[in-house]
């Protein structure tokens, strides 16, 4: 009856010359192994579970490999978690290493839950295929026993109604990694939206499920007292949950007094009254997909939620309340012509900002369309017309210059404008705030 080691492990990826990818200091902390840590439960069945996160990011492999060899006297699980595409193959090998070295392993996330890996399937390593609510005691419960099945989750993705556990905030160590020290919290997920590019209906289905407003309330007042400072809710289109406004009101009512940002949809235009009471309830940033300006390249990307005349409004909202939008752009869509692209470059231009980035996932239906044509994807995560990527090099050059002035005008701001420079973003002057919102970065 040995007692459980489990190692949650994120993986980085490989770099086209082959080296892992390592950063000295992470840009923010992922919210998955956390998440899963916190459903984890320090003893199950009458025996001892001892449960410890990694992210190879910003790790040493001196701080983790020897994890991966077992532990005399325990048996040991390593759970390979949030798993995107393009950090597959390093999840596979970690994996496969721990398994060559008497643990236990399985890999789960956003990759496995889209994608086939039959082929890789019954050959030591397990994936699971749907959310940990569904299946880590399982996995947990078939560790104490020595060994897993090859696959967890294979008949149902999603649980009806979400549960999930208070979350324990990440350590003081941990968030010392990390050049913004927050915390992921996911307090609703799936998007109604078919967008042609995007996975998030297949990790998280169509409908908007909830978990109720006093666990996150309860995980927010544990962060705040660990001495967080800033929430990222991870949830894609925060606005769409539907007890939005009474988590805001929780959080106003009682105080709690943490900063947060978060995702939301441009139907946000319409919802003013919810923007207000975010900002009195914290938040200082709002991430919005518009994508782009052009009405045909929404529609052919089953985007045609997006109206770009409403996004000057998006942006007044959010200013009045001393909120920065934070609006993603994407360059390249499969039918959009050279002409279109500098198009959408010069809107970018004229709103004195701009950042692209190059995004193509699998699974999604724009992928499915790519590799019917034969063309494939050169890279899991990209794919790029010739043309955006020269005007992407130009853009970059111009938002070079955007964030040097930016920096110039505020110099605290400079945490801010890194994020621009990990996710393609357009952003408007950061406002002054508005009475009553406290000001943090
Ligand atoms: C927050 C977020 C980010 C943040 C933080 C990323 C990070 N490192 O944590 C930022 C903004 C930095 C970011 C960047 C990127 N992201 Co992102 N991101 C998200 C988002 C919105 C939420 C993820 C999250 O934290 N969820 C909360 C946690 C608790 O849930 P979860 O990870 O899904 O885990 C659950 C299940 O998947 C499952 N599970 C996960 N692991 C395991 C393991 C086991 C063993 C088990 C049993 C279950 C299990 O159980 C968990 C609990 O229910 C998702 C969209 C989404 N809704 O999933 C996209 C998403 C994950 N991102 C995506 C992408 C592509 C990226 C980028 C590559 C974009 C780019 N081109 O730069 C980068 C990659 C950065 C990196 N190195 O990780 C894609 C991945 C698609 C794919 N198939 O790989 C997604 C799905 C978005 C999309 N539109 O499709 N991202
Ligand atoms: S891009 Fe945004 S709105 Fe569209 S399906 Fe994905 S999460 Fe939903």
């Known amino acids: 009856m040995k007692p459980l080691k489990v190692v949650l492990f994120k993986p980085s990826k490989y770099n086209p010359d082959g080296h892992v990818q390592r950063f000295w200091r992470g840009f923010l902390p992922n919210a998955t192994g956390n998440h899963i840590k916190s459903m984890t439960p320090r003893e199950m069945n009458g025996r001892l579970i001892e449960s410890q996160y990694i992210d190879e990011n910003v790790y040493h492999p001196s701080e983790y490999l020897h994890l991966m060899e077992g532990t005399p006297g325990y048996e040991t699980l390593v759970a390979l978690v949030g798993v995107q595409s393009h950090q597959f193959q390093r999840a596979l090998d970690l994996a496969a290493y721990a398994k060559d070295r008497g643990c236990m392993s399985i890999i789960g996330g956003p990759h496995p839950m889209t994608c086939d890996t039959t ?3 019954g050959h030591g390593v397990s994936f699971a295929l749907a959310e940990a609510e569904i299946v880590w005691p399982a996995i947990l419960a078939d560790a104490m026993d020595g060994e897993l099945r090859p696959v967890y989750g294979a008949a149902q ?5 979400l549960d999930p556990p208070v979350l324990q905030p990440p350590t003081r160590d941990a968030l010392r990694r990390y050049v913004l020290p927050l915390m992921g919290v996911y307090p609703a997920r799936g998007c109604p939206f078919l967008c042609n590019f995007c996975s998030v209906i297949k990790i998280a289905g169509r409908r908007v499920r909830s978990q109720p407003i006093a666990t996150t309330i309860q995980t927010l007042r544990a962060a705040k007292a660990a001495g967080v400072k800033t929430i990222f809710f991870t949830s894609d289109n925060l606005n769409k949950y539907a007890e ?29 009254d919810l923007i207000e009471l975010m900002a009195r309830a914290g938040c200082f940033q709002i991430f919005v997909g518009v994508e782009s300006f052009d009405r045909a390249a929404l529609n052919g990307a089953h985007k045609g939620q997006n109206r770009p005349e ?3 409004q998006i942006v007044r909202l959010c200013r009045d309340n001393g909120i920065t939008s934070h609006f993603s752009n994407i360059i390249g869509f499969p039918n959009q012509t050279r002409t279109q692209v500098l198009e959408h470059l010069d809107v970018l231009r004229s709103k004195r900002s701009g950042d692209a980035f190059e995004l193509g996932l699998v699974a999604t239906r724009d992928h499915q369309v790519c590799t019917r044509l034969g063309k494939g994807l050169r890279d899991p995560q990209t794919h790029t017309l010739a043309a955006a990527r020269d005007q992407r090099d130009l853009a970059l050059q111009h938002s070079v210059r955007h964030r040097l002035l930016l920096a110039r005008r ?27 919102c406290r000001s943090s970065h």
């Open 119 to 121: 082929i890789l399937q």
């Open 157 to 161: 993705r999603w649980t009806k109604e």
């Open 244 to 272: 939005v406004k009474e988590l805001m009101q929780a959080m106003i009512d009682e105080k709690i007094g943490l900063d947060f940002f978060c995702q939301c949809d441009t139907q946000a235009e319409r919802q003013g």
């Open 310 to 312: 409403t996004y000057d």
């Open 410 to 436: 505020a110099a605290p701001r400079v945490t801010w404008l890194v994020l621009l420079r990990v996710y393609g973003t357009v952003v408007t002057p950061r406002p002054r705030r508005a009475a009553g």
